[in-house]
């Protein structure tokens, strides 16, 4: 692993697909560019709903195996997109006891909104303490010692219970790795940025990467994510069927760091690593 990069981004996901859905096309920019890439993600997505029918028995209410089959999606995903370094959260050795971090399922609120669903199972990612996972975490930002750290907001993009305790846990181990402790020397994290989606979630974009260059990348990790993702001309649908436009410009809102220029018309900045220290 380059960890001795120049620039070295880490990226935090709930589940297998959320890393291509949401800034896929960023991640394939800078690995291109030889940035050091590194995904985090927090469960297998065991309960996902499966798409293809030819593949519906790997559902959890049948053979179970839904989780194992989308670790190898994940892999091809992320090759797709020239990312080398990838850590599950309860693989990560931080000193602490062994964990498995499970897919906590969901139910659609009143709202339209990701509501916890309401036979969550014990082992779900929504209930795990979240200092012990924030050590495991702040472990990898200790090692890798990312300027830039990307994840959710605190609603979790569209609510997913999963989500939110990313974005819990990620802002935790952001505070912890900045001192020493297992796996390194303290690392303050110079920048911490939120996805904003298409639908607003996030809030106010303050952040705007171009990775139009790379959406071929993206496509090919879409269609790798073939259990949850149906990907049709310049569209891509999940399990609701609801088409959505592929779209390789991604926006994110800074939360820890200064804006820096060059800013685009609408005073977003265009690099996420812009006049960062190489250190």
Known sequence: MALDADRRLLL??????DETIN??????????????VTLVTCTRGELGEVIPPEL???ADDRDGI???????????????????????????????????????????????????ALDTRPGAFALAGVDDAAARLAAVVRAVRPQVVVTYDPQGGYGHPDHVQAHRVTMGAVELAAGAGAGGA??????????????GSGGP??????G?????????????????????GSTFALSNGVAQPLSAVERY???????VPPLDADGCEQDLFATLSNT
Do not use: C, I
């Open 253 to 259: 809102r800074l939360v820890r760091g200064t804006p």
């Open 56 to 58: 519906a028995h790997l």
């Open 12 to 17: 935090v996901h709930a589940h297998p697909d």
């Open 186 to 199: 303290g690392w303050p994290v110079p920048k911490l940025y939120w996805t904003v989606t298409p639908e």
């Open 66 to 116: 839904l989780g194992e089959y989308r670790v190898g999606e994940l892999a091809a995903a992320t090759a797709a997109l020239g990312v080398t370094d990838h850590r599950f959260l309860d693989a990560v050795d931080a000193g602490l006891p062994p964990v498995r971090y499970r897919d906590s399922g969901m139910a659609w609120g009143p709202d339209g909104r990701a509501v916890a």
């Open 23 to 36: 800034n896929g096309a960023t991640m394939a920019r800078y690995a291109a560019e030889g940035a050091h």
């Open 212 to 232: 139009r260059a790379h959406l071929a990348a993206k496509v090919a990790a879409l269609r790798a994510h073939a259990t949850q993702v149906a990907v049709d």
């Open 205 to 210: 974009a303050t952040a705007v990467v171009d």
